[in-house]
């Protein structure tokens, strides 16, 4: 972390972090700062549409600008506007108008926040990016990276980090990935940093969206009344099946050097329970998942299959569920794809 120049004066490594205005980007800035990083933090802001979750009012703007000077770190804002309309808000009016789901986790604006604080680290001449994500970066002699879950699983976003391009990966610096909730408890407590609880609230729902998606439904000729929120599909009790179950992915995401030519094992792990599957791949962007025991999905939830059950695993792969069935498929023929 520390280095001395030629004129032996003390050269730090120096981190942007990115702070959304919730705890654990703080406590990410905060553990970087008393580690002796050149710390410095931006926020990603954009005022079209601030029914978005992500989006960061005037009364958390200036809370992290209080938080910044409280620890001593310069506070850059990063405009978000253009990039969200083309890479958040576009994909999602497109998704409603073609009725496909739209995953409550929100990938695309996760990935448009991080492709710009990625561009501002670099501008600032920053050597690595920080986040409040709990997940662990493996990096591989051939230069590739895999991402692994933590060990409480009850905090982890390794899937949101898989998402990431390379060399956003390969300049990340997860403060909080050998954490747990006692020692967050105590920094947040140290802090007096609220206790943020997820509202679980949807992305385009209020005035503004509905206006929005009007406008260009009429542009294509096609009338939006009553558009059901795919993304909250709920599985009815007809559909709940108790033994065996088999779902399509698409829009899969596998990890560096996956062999996708035959069928495997791997885990589903949530919470509380490791759910063991079958992979049958289709295409590189396709596949198949068969389970064996009782599993409770609905359209369009992302999934992630590790390696191995329960937290500190790596991740395989995830997808989006396209398609569910309560029967088993017919034959392996049908299951997989041959390259």
């Not at 140290?190 to 949807?202: A, C, P, T, W, Y």
């Not at 007809?238 to 065996?244: F, H, L, R, S």
């Not at 094992?265 to 490791?274: A, E, H, L, M, P």
Request: glycine share 6%; net charge negative.
């Amino acid at each position: 972390m520390e280095k001395m120049n030629t004129e032996g004066k003390e050269l730090r490594t120096r981190v942007l972090v990115g702070l959304s205005g919730g705890k654990h980007s703080y406590m990410a800035a905060y553990l970087l700062k008393i580690q002796k990083y050149d710390v410095m933090a931006a926020t990603v802001v954009q005022d079209h549409n601030r029914e978005t979750k992500c989006s960061v009012n005037a009364e958390e703007l200036q809370e992290i600008k209080d938080f910044c000077k409280r620890l001593g770190i310069p506070h850059f804002l990063i405009e978000g506007n253009e990039a969200f309309t083309e890479l958040v808000q576009e994909k999602w009016i497109s998704s409603r108008i073609e009725a496909r789901p739209w995953s409550a986790r929100c990938g695309s604006c996760q990935s448009f926040r991080m492709e710009l604080l990625y561009q501002k680290m670099r501008e600032l001449d920053a050597q690595f990016l920080s986040t409040g994500h709990f997940a662990k970066i493996i990096k591989m002699d051939s230069g590739h990276f895999h991402v692994h879950s933590v060990h409480d699983l009850k905090l982890d976003q390794s899937a949101v980090i898989q998402m990431f391009a390379d060399e956003i990966k390969s300049s990340l610096i997860l403060p909080l990935a050998s954490m747990g909730m006692i020692e967050l408890e105590k920094l947040s407590e140290h802090f007096s940093l609220k206790n943020i609880e997820d509202e679980n609230r949807e992305c385009f729902v209020g005035e503004e969206s509905a206006q929005i998606l009007q406008s260009y439904s009429r542009l294509v000729g096609e009338r939006q009344e009553n558009t059901p929120n795919q993304s909250t599909t709920q599985v009815t009790p007809e559909e709940k099946v108790p033994e065996k179950i088999s779902v399509k992915l698409g829009q899969v995401a596998w990890a560096w050097g996956m062999k996708k030519g035959s069928p495997f094992k791997g885990f589903i792990n949530q919470k509380d329970v490791s759910i063991p599957v079958r992979i049958y791949p289709k295409t590189l962007s396709g596949l198949w998942i068969e389970c064996e025991s009782p599993w409770e999905v609905e359209l369009g939830e992302e999934i992630e299959v590790y390696q191995k059950k329960g937290g500190g695993a790596k991740l395989l792969l995830e997808g989006v569920i396209s398609l569910k069935t309560q029967s088993p498929l017919e034959s392996e023929e049908e299951k997989v794809w041959t390259f």
